[in-house]
């Protein structure tokens, strides 16, 4: 009796985790790929057939010829592998320095005007792709400033690249960097990608 039982467990633990474990994630992996191929590969962005990014994972760019995404405290910033925030509170002194730090370089090409929140707050995952609007319009006067290109053009480019809410109720507008990073280079008529932390 004990014999037989010990034997249907074992048998419906390897049945479930067969099912469960394999057959079940290769099935839905499957059917993702086929109904929706780009979101099942991770959105990944091509230029030239080459990868060279995702619109799911930020980039750090410094040069002010780009427009900058939000800090990442993840690894040494927007590590998919080290995902997370720095978990400092809003009273710790190198958060505070942090964003001073980060508010004072802004403000240089800002023209007085504040700052707005998500480019000097990191979010929990530290990867995050895309910024507000208002933080890509900010940066506009800084962009157009140091590629020569009219104002007038680079915030119309912002706009049009701005990204609604999701079924037109979820989350808020945005704007995804690394994308607007590459319609600026083609306005600009540059043929190359930008690159992860352009030197200035």
Do not use: C, W
């Amino acid at each position: 009796m004990l014999r037989s039982e010990l034997k249907i467990s074992i048998l419906f633990t390897l049945i479930t985790a067969l099912a469960l474990g394999v057959l079940y994630p290769l099935a839905v992996t499957g059917i993702a790929h086929i109904a929706l191929p780009r979101q099942a590969e991770g959105e990944l962005m091509l230029r030239n057939g080459q990868v060279i990014g995702s619109e799911l994972i930020g980039q750090s760019f410094t040069s002010d010829r780009y427009f900058h995404g939000r800090p990442s405290a993840a690894g040494n910033g927007y590590d998919a592998t080290s995902s997370g925030g720095s978990n400092y509170g809003p009273t710790n002194q190198k958060l505070f320095a942090r964003m001073a730090a980060d508010i004072a370089a802004y403000q240089a090409h800002g023209n007085g005007r504040p700052v707005p929140i998500d480019l000097v707050t990191a979010s929990a995952s530290g990867l995050d792709s895309d910024i507000s609007p208002a933080a890509a319009l900010y940066q506009a006067p800084r962009v157009a400033q140091a590629r020569r290109l009219p104002e007038d053009n680079v915030r119309t480019l912002v706009l049009e690249h701005v990204r609604g809410r999701q079924f037109g109720v979820l989350g808020d507008p945005r704007v995804n960097v690394l994308d607007l990073n590459l319609a600026l280079d083609q306005l600009a008529g540059q043929s190359s990608a930008p690159r992860r932390s352009p030197s200035p």
